[in-house]
Every structure is written in C-alpha cells, then in structure tokens.
Nanobody, 119 residues
Framework: QVQLVESGGALVQPGGSLRLSCAASGSFFGIGAMGWYRQAPRRQRELVATITGGGSTNYADSVKGRFTISRDNTKNTVYLQMNSLKPEDTAVYYC?????????????WGQGTQVTVSS
C-alpha cells in the first residue's frame, strides 16, 4: 500500500508565504517525478510545478518566480515553497508522484491540502 500525505496548507494573507510538504510512504522501490497540482472551486485541476528524479523543475507561468519546488530523496518528500501569495492562488493543492512498485511504475495522488489566501 502506497500513500502520499500532504501537509502545510493554511489561511494566509496576500503577500504571505507557505511551505507545503508531501511524504510518500509504503511499499515502493523508488520515486520518479513528483509534482504539485491545484484545483480552485469551479475550475479544472492544473499543474503548479514538477521536479524530476534528477532535480529538473518545471513551473506554471502563473507561479514562476514566486514558488519553488524541491525534493529530499532521503525522506521521500517533495516540498513547495510559496512566496508572495495572491488570492488567485487559493485552491486545494494535490501532490503527485510516480512510484516504482511491484506493479511497475504508476502515479499516485495525495488527498489534498487547502490553501486560502485572503485578508
């Protein structure tokens, strides 16, 4: 059984910062790419940022220069540092990871963590 558990979501004022974490646990042999996605009310889920196993990163244009994705392979954890937050960043943020298990390479999702940016 594989599980991704996010943490760090909160209510924050515009201009503030938050750091999201997502830890993978369970039975797997390795982790490939990891990423963060978000879904705002009445909108489709969208990519925020991804990071490969080698550390290459990719960001949505809307978060470039404000968000930073990183990973700690020793802790099976991916992070999302969010600075200069805006009300339009309000959404449920989901962690995604490609994990190698005895069923091969598959992607998994966390349960989501709420980020609300409001004064």
């Amino acid at each position: 059984q594989v599980q991704l558990v996010e943490s760090g979501g909160a209510l924050v004022q515009p201009g503030g910062s938050l750091r999201l974490s997502c830890a993978a646990s369970g039975s797997f042999f390795g982790i490939g790419a990891m990423g963060w996605y978000r879904q705002a009310p009445r909108r489709q889920r969208e990519l925020v940022a991804t990071i490969t196993g080698g550390g290459s990163t990719n960001y949505a244009d809307s978060v470039k220069g404000r968000f930073t994705i990183s990973r700690d392979n020793t802790k099976n954890t991916v992070y999302l540092q969010m600075n200069s937050l805006k009300p339009e960043d309000t959404a449920v943020y989901y962690c995604n990871a490609f994990l190698y298990t005895n069923r091969g390479l598959n992607d998994y999702w966390g349960q989501g963590t709420q980020v609300t940016v409001s004064s």
